[in-house]
């Protein structure tokens, strides 16, 4: 954050960077703003187990839709679009679009509003995550993490958390592929037969795309996954912490390079996190580990 604080003397500087952020903090930010600790700690073992290996879908249609799709439409006309009106916020970039202060109240209003259970819901996992580490008091850990943010946040501003973000994006992928690989090699686990019962319990690749007797595709859990692929893939599109990553993007070589490094980084985090929880919740319970 010292060092950071160097390149954070204007306002500008503080919110953009300068807009001078490459592809490598660009994407990784995003990445990472995308896959939190609500990934790890509640969705992946929650619908793998649910649905099988058919939830790793999920992190698929998060790289193409939520990342990919997201890249390609949002990024260069944000840019583009946050310059010419001079807006440095979702809020005020809705002021100066529509030219109404109206919109701009009822922006900031309802990010307020929202962005509240989803911050508790990321520190809270982050809480329990250390908790079950260290063995801290998850309360104690909430308070640690919320002063470091807070410190770096106000000493070095958007290129301190560009940073930190990436530094973060490069400790979840090593984190990711290490798991999946320990996961695999663990001798309780016997990757052939995890497979075949996987698919023999009905929870494979391509699970739950019949209907069931009596009922309308609506009912079957084929339904239920894509909507999750559609709330979890288009829901980033409207947050602004991730939004904001495209206004301070270089230029549109960075844009071309980050669509391609922020899609491989989201198949990997959320491929790998959905395919582990289907896989450990079946075959290493507590007592086998």
């Given at each position: 954050?010292?060092?950071?604080?160097?390149?954070?003397t204007?306002?500008?500087?503080?919110?953009?960077?300068?807009?001078?952020?490459?592809?490598?903090l660009?994407a990784?930010?995003?990445?990472?703003?995308?896959?939190?600790?609500?990934v790890?700690?509640?969705y992946?073992g929650?619908?793998?187990?649910?649905f099988?290996?058919a939830?790793v879908?999920i992190?698929?249609?998060?790289?193409?839709?939520?990342?990919?799709?997201?890249?390609l439409?949002?990024a260069?006309?944000?840019?583009?679009?946050?310059q010419?009106?001079?807006?440095?916020?979702m809020?005020?970039f809705?002021?100066?679009?529509?030219?109404?202060k109206?919109?701009?109240?009822v922006a900031?209003?309802?990010?307020?509003?929202?962005l509240?259970p989803?911050?508790?819901?990321?520190?809270?996992g982050l809480?329990?995550?250390?908790?079950s580490?260290i063995?801290?008091?998850s309360?104690?850990?909430?308070l640690?993490?919320?002063?470091?943010?807070?410190l770096y946040?106000f000493?070095g501003g958007?290129f301190?958390?560009?940073?930190?973000?990436?530094?973060q994006?490069i400790?979840m992928?090593?984190?990711i592929?290490?798991?999946?690989?320990?996961?695999?090699a663990n001798?309780s686990m016997?990757?052939?037969?995890?497979?075949?019962?996987i698919?023999?319990?009905?929870?494979?690749f391509?699970?739950?795309?019949d209907?069931?007797?009596g009922k309308?595709?609506?009912d079957?859990k084929?339904?239920n996954?894509?909507i999750?692929?559609l709330l979890?893939?288009?829901?980033?599109?409207?947050?602004?912490q991730s939004?904001?990553k495209?206004?301070a993007?270089?230029?549109?070589?960075?844009?071309?390079?980050?669509v391609?490094?922020?899609?491989?980084?989201?198949?990997?985090i959320g491929?790998?996190?959905y395919?582990?929880?289907?896989?450990?919740?079946?075959f290493?319970t507590?007592e086998r580990?």
């Amino acid at each position: 954050s010292i060092l950071c604080r160097k390149k954070s003397t204007s306002v500008n500087e503080f919110l953009f960077s300068k807009q001078g952020l490459g592809a490598w903090l660009s994407a990784f930010a995003y990445g990472a703003t995308y896959f939190s600790a609500v990934v790890f700690v509640g969705y992946a073992g929650k619908f793998g187990w649910s649905f099988g290996l058919a939830a790793v879908w999920i992190g698929i249609g998060n790289t193409l839709i939520g990342t990919l799709t997201a890249w390609l439409v949002l990024a260069k006309r944000t840019r583009y679009m946050t310059q010419v009106l001079g807006a440095r916020t979702m809020p005020e970039f809705f002021e100066k679009r529509y030219e109404s202060k109206h919109i701009k109240l009822v922006a900031s209003i309802v990010i307020f509003i929202f962005l509240l259970p989803y911050s508790s819901s990321v520190y809270q996992g982050l809480g329990f995550i250390f908790e079950s580490a260290i063995g801290l008091s998850s309360e104690w850990c909430i308070l640690i993490l919320a002063a470091l943010t807070a410190l770096y946040l106000f000493m070095g501003g958007y290129f301190a958390t560009s940073v930190t973000d990436f530094i973060q994006g490069i400790i979840m992928l090593g984190g990711i592929i290490a798991l999946v690989f320990v996961l695999l090699a663990n001798p309780s686990m016997n990757w052939g037969e995890g497979l075949k019962a996987i698919s023999d319990s009905g929870l494979g690749f391509v699970a739950h795309f019949d209907v069931p007797a009596g009922k309308t595709f609506l009912d079957s859990k084929a339904f239920n996954v894509i909507i999750l692929i559609l709330l979890t893939s288009f829901g980033i599109w409207a947050l602004p912490q991730s939004i904001h990553k495209f206004y301070a993007i270089k230029n549109e070589e960075a844009i071309k390079k980050g669509v391609i490094i922020s899609s491989v980084f989201s198949l990997i985090i959320g491929g790998g996190a959905y395919f582990m929880g289907s896989f450990v919740t079946r075959f290493i319970t507590p007592e086998r580990f």
